[in-house]
Antibody, heavy 120, light 107 residues
């Protein structure tokens, strides 16, 4: 059974850097084709894909946020970390991590999400 | 970026109705499309991947079809548990993009 859980601060100040950790079980990021992605959802709005990292350490980012995002993995800890710099109130959202289905695609398992509020 | 446009934005229906939601891509994505169901305060749940493959455990009343730029999600007989928001996602080309969502409400 695959599980994921996001952790990190729920309140950050404008201009600060947000660091979120996704801790997972039930799969390994050493397995070919496996990936973990980050998606966010502002209150009442649509889902927005942020980044994905694969077993090979290939990384892909949303172009609109690429300059602010860094995604890394620690396979020994079964964790993926997302950093977002220069946080702004418009970045207030629920942040999810998810397991990318290796065959066929799609995000087949999601964390519960963490609501991050950006406010001074 | 590939834009994903869903219609309608909101849909009111009765239990038992057949419901169809459309998702259009601004350029061809083959069949690299997923559908998700989301209820308030809960993470999305994968229903369909590769445009028409039902995720394990998802009721057979859900089905997906389409290719290239036009896709549909159909619920053959709407059940009380199906009232939720449905979103499509393309994963053919980065950046992956989601549709804006379709809220299915009780009529």
């Amino acid at each position: 059974q695959i599980t994921l859980k996001e952790s990190g601060p729920t309140l950050v100040k404008p201009t600060q850097t947000l660091t979120l950790t996704c801790t997972f079980s039930g799969f390994s990021l050493n397995t070919p084709e496996v990936g973990v992605g980050w998606i966010r959802q502002p209150p009442g709005k649509a889902l927005e894909w942020l980044a994905v990292i694969y077993w090979s350490d290939e990384k892909q980012y949303s172009p609109s946020l690429k300059s602010r995002l860094t995604i890394t993995k620690d396979t020994s800890k079964n964790q993926v970390v997302l950093k977002m710099t220069n946080m702004d109130p418009v970045d207030t959202a629920t942040y999810y991590c998810g397991h990318r289905r290796p065959v066929g695609g799609g995000i087949d398992s999601w964390g519960q999400g963490i609501l991050v509020t950006v406010s001074s | 970026d590939i834009q994903m446009t869903q219609s309608p934005s909101t849909l009111s229906a009765f239990v038992g109705d057949r419901v169809t939601i459309t998702c259009r891509a601004s350029q061809s994505i083959g069949t690299w499309l997923a559908w998700y169901q989301q209820k308030p305060g809960i993470a999305p749940k994968l229903l369909i991947y590769k445009a028409s493959t039902l995720e394990s455990g998802v009721p057979s009343r859900f089905s997906g079809s389409g290719s290239e730029t036009e896709f549909t999600l159909t619920i053959s007989s709407l059940q009380p548990d199906d009232f939720a928001t449905y979103s499509c996602q393309q994963y053919n080309i980065y950046p992956w993009m989601f549709g804006q969502g379709t809220k299915v409400e009780i009529k």
